[in-house]
């Protein structure tokens, strides 16, 4: 299992950050390898709500099938997905930090067949990069708003 986690505090109301990284249309904005997430099943969100992600990988194109399994508006969101190489886990917990949010962003991800679990270094380190870059992003992005 490889497990990546990194903190950094917004600038911003903690409803503000919540519903910006809680809105699945705004998600390629920020997360570098997101061509598009989408909700498909009927609304609100909520535990249970399926989740389909698209993302870019090389030339290329791949996707995911995902839910939502923890779900507090304004404290706490964790998607899984899944697809025949990884199960991956991504959590975000919102708290009051001053007049801003802290975000703590887990990402947990389960390498299935055997060549997979061989390239677990390789792919721990190229996920803290990708995090700690996306979440620089999206702090831009919410502290150049409103």
Do not use: N
């Not at 997101?34 to 909520?46: G, H, M, N, T």
């Not at 389960?110 to 060549?115: A, F």
């Amino acid at each position: 299992m490889i497990r990546c986690e990194i903190g950094l505090d917004v600038a911003r109301p903690g409803a503000e950050v919540f519903a910006f990284v809680d809105d699945v249309a705004k998600a390629p904005l920020w997360l570098s390898r997101c061509a598009r997430l989408e909700q498909s099943s009927p609304l609100p969100k909520q535990v249970g709500s399926t989740l389909r992600y698209t993302y870019r990988e090389g030339a290329g194109s791949g996707g995911m099938d995902g839910a939502v399994t923890e779900y507090q508006p304004g404290r706490r969101l964790v998607m899984r997905f899944t697809d025949k190489m990884f199960d991956v886990e991504v959590g975000f917990d919102f708290a009051p930090a001053g007049a801003g949010t802290r975000i703590e962003h887990a990402v947990t991800i389960t390498p299935k067949p055997l060549m997979a679990r061989l390239m677990a270094p390789l792919i721990r380190g190229a996920t803290q990069k990708q995090i700690a870059q996306d979440s620089a992003r999206l702090k831009r992005l919410l502290e150049s708003t409103g």
